[in-house]
């Protein structure tokens, strides 16, 4: 695999510099015209079908996506491609049945909503964050940031989760057997905004039904907003951002809190990831799957309903605090 690897540069080159050229069905070099053998040439063509396809994913993400930050998608792991079942979105999407009224009741008209009395102060919860944009309230505290109703303009210091992304992360294909990953590409400050969590809005009892199934396929999407009620859960196994990619670790860099913006709805809030320390550029965001937004751990966090009878999925984050299962 080694010397696969020595001939798969970009594209058709290689790490030596001499490139090799299609001839009928087979792959030569160009210096010495010695056949390549048929496995290492076939894997030649599907890494490059790979890269061209990955590309065009690529690319389509970042037109999707309504943030700053950049996405990229790197595989150096397989040959495992785009995945075939999913659609990039930005915000929740409601399951047939299920209505968000994405309209605050109430606005501030704050001149400094850093230092009068603003949206947080009429929800009766403090600002979360502090001049430097880090959340300065402790996990379970819901965030309650400035809305379309407010008179602060866009440089207010109570508008972070609301516009999105700001760093650039990469989607790649991690070699521990957790399939997908998402690393940042960037140096991250401890506490700050990373990505929301986003996907379909279902009710309790559809999560129920398809927690079955996703046991049965050994995959984890299902995010309960259980801030005030349990009526509703996030699924994004078919719909979703970057944060579907995310892998779960017991030692995680990122923590859940509620937010409200526009939707007031307590049984609605949004999902947001905070960086829990610094994290250095190429290091792999993980947050914890039975995270709540509480603050609290739970067992249907991530994997919503009650876990009798169901398939437990083994844990894979190698941590030195790890609790062996994901459910």
Same mark, same amino acid.
């Given at each position: ?5 020595? !001939? ?19 792959? &030569? ?6 056949? !390549? ?15 061209? =396809? ?18 990229? %998608?790197?595989? &150096? %792991? ?10 990039? /979105? $930005? ?17 501030? +008209? ?10 947080? =102060? ?16 402790? #996990? ?7 809305? +379309? ?7 207010? #210091?109570?508008? /972070? ?12 294909? &991690? ?9 940042? !590409? ?7 905004? %990373? ?17 079955? !199934? ?19 859960? %996030? ?22 809190? $509620? ?9 609605? #809030? ?26 609290? /751990?739970?067992?249907? +966090?991530?994997?919503?309903? #009650? ?11 190698? =941590? ?8």
């Amino acid at each position: 695999m080694d010397a696969v690897r020595r !001939l798969v540069g970009a594209g058709w080159g290689v790490e030596t510099g001499v490139g090799p050229v299609k001839k009928g069905k087979a792959i &030569t070099l160009k210096e010495n015209h010695r056949a !390549l053998k048929p496995a290492i040439a076939e894997y030649i063509v599907k890494k490059a079908k790979q890269r061209i =396809a990955l590309q065009r994913w690529q690319d389509e993400l970042n037109r999707r996506k309504n943030h700053k930050g950049m996405i990229f %998608v790197e595989n &150096t %792991v397989d040959l495992e491609g785009p995945p075939s079942d999913f659609y990039y /979105i $930005n915000e929740y999407k409601p399951a047939p049945g299920i209505s968000l009224v994405n309209e605050a009741t109430f606005g501030c +008209s704050c001149t400094d909503c850093f230092f009068e009395k603003c949206c947080p =102060a009429e929800a009766g919860v403090l600002l979360a964050y502090n001049k430097n944009q880090q959340i300065k309230i402790p #996990p379970g505290t819901p965030i309650y940031e400035c809305n +379309s109703r407010c008179q602060c303009g866009p440089d207010c #210091p109570n508008r /972070i989760v609301q516009k999105g992304t700001q760093y650039s992360l990469c989607i790649f294909r &991690t070699s521990n057997g957790c399939g997908w990953g998402v690393k940042t !590409l960037v140096k991250i400050r401890r506490r700050s905004f %990373v990505m929301e969590y986003v996907g379909e809005v279902i009710t309790s009892e559809e999560a129920e039904r398809r927690g079955q !199934l996703y046991d049965n396929k050994g995959i984890t999407y299902l995010f309960d907003l259980d801030y005030e009620s349990d009526e509703f859960t %996030v699924d994004a196994a078919r719909y979703g951002n970057v944060s579907h990619f995310v892998n779960h670790s017991c030692d995680p860099n990122l923590q859940v809190f $509620n937010v409200f913006i526009d939707n007031l709805d307590t049984r609605l #809030p949004r999902i947001a990831l905070f960086s829990t320390r610094t994290i250095n550029a190429g290091e792999e965001l993980t947050f914890d799957y039975q995270m709540k937004g509480s603050g609290d /751990i739970s067992s249907d +966090s991530i994997d919503h309903s #009650p876990a009798k009878k169901r398939a437990r999925t083994v844990c894979k984050c190698g =941590a030195v605090t790890c609790r062996g299962y994901l459910n």
